[in-house]
């Protein structure tokens, strides 16, 4: 059953501590994205990856970091540095290297912090 | 880099109405736009979609009219139903790479 899976669905964190997202997909997608979502603001781009071992930031990008070490996987770590990292957090994929067309998205992950 | 603004915020039609939600950007050289509907708690998913070589595209009820001079396009939703309800969002893309979305609508139809 092809798709991208996110997990956990629900995550609690304390302040000072960093959380890792986890995000595979076997699409066979080149390109991967990061979102936040927060109510009334649309989604937000945090980093996408077009191809393994290269990722570029996006709007939001500080407090958080990622990798991209296999083509299936784009892992999304918030740090401690992120000021309000209380959201929505959802991972997308798209076929080729540039977002024209169709992005599948993950169920999301909702990080509260405590 | 891309702005786009979306309106309305809220939208809400009775059942069997047309619905029609806008969104404007701000860089001439976006050439696709989506539409993403996200109902609730769930995933955002594509509903329809337009490049910027053509004017307006129809699915069934669904409708996206796009107005390059204007940087304005917009969603038309005819005959809506209970099911049509949820968050709806616009998106441009720039520079092939990059996607920034509306912040969202939140379109109810009433029985």
């Known amino acids: 059953d092809g798709g991208i899976t996110q997990s956990p669905k629900y995550l609690f964190r304390k302040e000072g501590q960093n959380v890792t997202l986890s995000c595979e997909q076997n699409?066979?997608?080149?390109?991967m994205y990061w979102y936040r979502q927060d109510p009334g603001q649309g989604l937000r781009l945090i980093y996408y990856?077009?191809?393994?071992?290269?990722?570029q930031k996006g709007d939001i990008a500080e407090g958080y970091s990622v990798s991209r070490e296999k083509k299936e996987s784009f892992p999304l770590t918030v740090t401690s540095a992120q000021k309000n990292p209380t959201a929505f957090y959802l991972c997308a994929s798209s076929t080729g290297q540039a977002v024209t067309g169709e992005l599948f998205f993950g169920e999301g992950s909702r990080l509260t912090v405590l | 880099g891309e702005n786009v603004e979306q309106h309305p915020s809220t939208l809400s039609v009775q059942e069997g109405d047309s619905a029609v939600i806008k969104c404007t950007y701000s860089d001439s050289a976006s050439n696709y736009f989506p539409w993403y509907k996200q109902e609730l708690g769930k995933r955002p998913q594509l509903i329809i979609d337009?490049?910027?070589?053509?004017g307006e595209k129809k699915d069934q009820r669904i409708a996206v009219t796009l107005n390059k001079t204007a940087k304005h396009f917009s969603l038309h939703i005819t005959e809506t139903q209970p099911e049509d309800s949820a968050v709806y969002f616009c998106a441009a893309t720039y520079n092939n790479n990059d996607m920034r979305f509306g912040a969202g609508t939140r379109l109810t139809v009433k029985p």
């Open positions: 337009i490049r910027s070589n053509v």
């Open positions: 990856s077009q191809i393994v071992n290269d990722f």
């Open positions: 699409l066979n997608h080149d390109a």
